[in-house]
């Protein structure tokens, strides 16, 4: 499939501070969306539709998924900031981060857009402008399915529901 994500592979430092890779979360599905902390308007949104779609699936489907969001932003997202923003927002979420290398290679895998944008309105100067989507993996961390962010809930909703019943 054109836009499908190469075989991912990352090794990354989770939001308590401990290194992971792919493989760790082999066994669960993985519902994978890029963003950072700092996003005033697009990443909260889909956070926020993401943790309902999970609710909606509810607690055994969901059981089966492992929520990740991996950040764009290096620079600012340290696991302590992404700890905070995700456990009072978005908790089912674990957050990931790393060295600008291993941001880099993550992207390139899942084939994501990042870029950094002058923005006077934000205290550093800058944004990201990036890539809004949600990646479905499957047990083995292969690609299933993507949802772009004007995607419906409940159209995400049926796509999930229907890769967990396979």
Not at 30 to 53: E, I, N
């Amino acid at each position: 499939m054109v836009g499908a994500p190469d075989h991912p592979t990352f090794t990354l430092t989770d939001h308590f501070g401990n290194e992971v890779s792919e493989t760790d979360f082999h066994g669960a599905f993985q519902l994978v969306y890029f963003g950072f902390t700092s996003c005033r308007v697009v990443c909260p949104r889909a956070l926020a539709k993401l943790s309902g779609v999970l609710d909606a699936l509810g607690d055994e489907a969901a059981g089966q998924i492992t929520p990740l969001y991996i950040t764009v932003d290096p620079a600012r997202d340290t696991p302590e900031k992404m700890k905070a923003y995700l456990e009072a927002d978005y908790p089912r979420f674990l957050g990931l981060t790393g060295p600008d290398a291993a941001i880099d290679d993550a992207k390139r895998c899942f084939r994501i857009f990042a870029q950094r944008k002058s923005d006077p309105a934000d205290p550093d100067g800058y944004q990201i402008a990036h890539t809004a989507i949600a990646y479905l993996l499957d047990r083995n961390g292969e690609y299933l399915d993507h949802f772009p962010d004007a995607m419906e809930a409940t159209k995400i909703v049926e796509r999930i529901r229907f890769h967990l019943a396979q």
